[in-house]
């Protein structure tokens, strides 16, 4: 190829790498070189740690596209189910109970259609419950500590959709050193708030480099009069 030349889709030839261990990947590539180089960067091992690099041509038609998990499973791969945890392999495994397979092989893939469904419908619960979570955390922050920033949040909800762990990270007037972090443990439900049942539910922590800059600003808003009342929260 003259310099200059552009690669075309139809250059790129499918590849199975193998480190020796259990590090399988499918690349493309213009040759088996440049495949091994490819692998080994996916695998994350040097290219002296590739075992083997052979062509696969029933891969080509999926270089610019994702690539069926039942392609792989046709290949003698197998996978895991995202949502139920089923192994999913063509073979008469007493192990295996595959129906009808959905997903490629970069992302995430699943038993049936309904299983995905099921899947992503659980995500966005659980995506909504974090987002309310947060939000009522940093609500009732800011409206104990006025003018605090909020740098970082994170909530977690598990599988049940219930929100196990509410955080959000604060900076405040005179804040160098980290600011605050308060946190709640078991806050919200997929079919109900439960918010905060007691002041002791919230945890507030202040930096210990940022001691004296809280003082300054507490002393500030017993000056205005919008201290908080001193159960409302814990340090």
């Known amino acids: 190829m003259a310099h200059g030349d552009t690669l075309l889709v139809g250059d790129f030839k499918a590849y199975i ?11 493309y590539a213009t040759n ?66 595959l129906v ?21 419908e659980t995500r966005l619960w659980r995506e909504s419950a974090q987002d309310l979570a947060v939000a009522k955390l940093t609500g009732w922050l800011r409206d104990r500590f006025p003018g605090i920033v909020p740098t970082r949040t994170h909530a977690y909800a598990n599988d049940r959709c ?14 160098s050193y980290g600011g605050g972090v308060v946190r709640v443990e078991d806050m919200y439900g997929r079919r109900g708030v439960r918010w ?8 507030l922590t202040i930096s210990r480099g940022d001691l004296n800059a809280w003082e300054r600003y507490r002393d500030s808003l017993w000056a205005r009069s919008e201290m908080p009342r001193m159960e409302d929260y814990q340090i």
């Open 196 to 203: 905060p049942g007691e002041p002791a539910d919230v945890k």
């Open 100 to 120: 009808d397979p959905v997903g490629t092989y970069h992302g995430l893939c699943w038993c049936t259609p309904t299983c995905r469904d099921e899947f992503l």
């Open 17 to 27: 790498v193998h480190d020796g261990d259990e590090g399988w990947a499918v690349v």
């Open 32 to 97: 088996g070189a440049s495949a091994r180089r490819h692998g080994a960067n996916e695998l994350d091992v040097d290219f002296s740690e590739i075992e083997s690099c052979h062509r696969e041509p029933s891969l080509d038609e999926f270089a610019n596209a994702q690539i069926p998990i039942t392609s792989m499973l046709d290949l003698g791969w197998w996978f895991e189910c995202a949502g139920c945890g089923r192994k999913l392999r063509w073979d008469d495994d007493d192990e295996a109970d």
């Open 162 to 175: 219930l929100v196990e762990q509410t955080v959000v990270n604060f900076s405040f007037a005179g804040a």
